[in-house]
């Protein structure tokens, strides 16, 4: 159990293009759901925690107009990010966490590698 | 600022040995306490979960709780070269309603052959 799923594991585009990343909990309802990026030999850093229904909760330094994140329902999150340049090339990963109890774990999506040429 | 500090290593051990990973955190009233590891490349992956203060086992991996010394490590039994990986610490913020996590800097460990 507690399987989530995120699409695309790659992505190289040019410069200047929006590219959107999928986050699905298969087999679990996920209230909130977590967006993460990692630099190479880096920890992860949190960007944003995702609502369901509601306005996501940003980090500080993370710019909301840039990193477009939509949870419109309980299994699925999308992160935007917008006019992508290649200072934002890494690897992003999304969790989800399931809301009965309050000791649940985030479940990590398998990442997706980020490119920008 | 909540804060997770762990070695960042790399710790070396051969294969059949034990290793052990260390992790301290500075908020007291966190509740919840996780171990991950992730392959290089990839993403984190859920090794363990304890909540409560002493010893939690699950096969070959050994968790360990001292809510009063702030501190929470991983032991790993028998070590072999599929144990290599960065092993990260994490921390559910004290009050968090949203189960947001404070996650160390990660030990990466070398099992060698």
């Known amino acids: 159990g507690a399987v989530v799923s995120q699409h695309p594991s790659r992505v190289i585009c040019k410069s200047g293009t929006s590219v959107k990343i999928e986050c699905r909990s298969l087999d679990f309802q996920a209230t909130t759901m977590f967006w993460y990026r990692q630099f190479p030999k880096q920890s992860l850093m949190l960007m944003a925690t995702?609502?369901?229904?509601?306005?996501?909760?940003?980090e500080q330094g993370v710019e909301k107009d840039k990193f477009l994140i939509n949870h419109a329902s309980l299994t699925l999150s999308t992160l935007t990010v917008t006019s992508a340049h290649p200072e934002d090339s890494s690897f992003y990963i999304c969790s989800a966490r399931q809301e009965w109890g309050t000791n649940q774990p985030q479940h990590f999506g398998d990442g997706t590698r980020l490119s920008i040429l | 600022q909540k804060e997770v500090e762990q070695n960042s290593g790399p710790l070396s051990v051969p294969e059949g040995a034990i290793a052990s990973l260390n992790c301290t955190y500075s908020?007291?009233?966190?509740?919840?306490f996780f171990w991950y590891r992730q392959y290089s490349g990839k993403s984190p992956e859920l090794i363990m979960s304890?909540?409560?203060?002493g010893d939690k086992e699950d096969g070959r991996f050994t968790a360990q709780l001292n809510k009063a010394s702030q501190y929470v490590s991983l032991l790993i039994r028998d070590s072999q070269p599929s144990d290599s990986a960065t092993y990260l610490c994490a921390v559910k913020a004290g009050g968090s309603t949203l189960g947001r996590l404070y996650f160390g800097r990660g030990t990466q460990l070398t099992v060698w052959p």
């Open positions: 304890i909540y409560s203060n």
């Open positions: 995702s609502n369901e229904g509601s306005k996501a909760t940003y």
């Open positions: 908020d007291r009233v966190s509740q919840s």
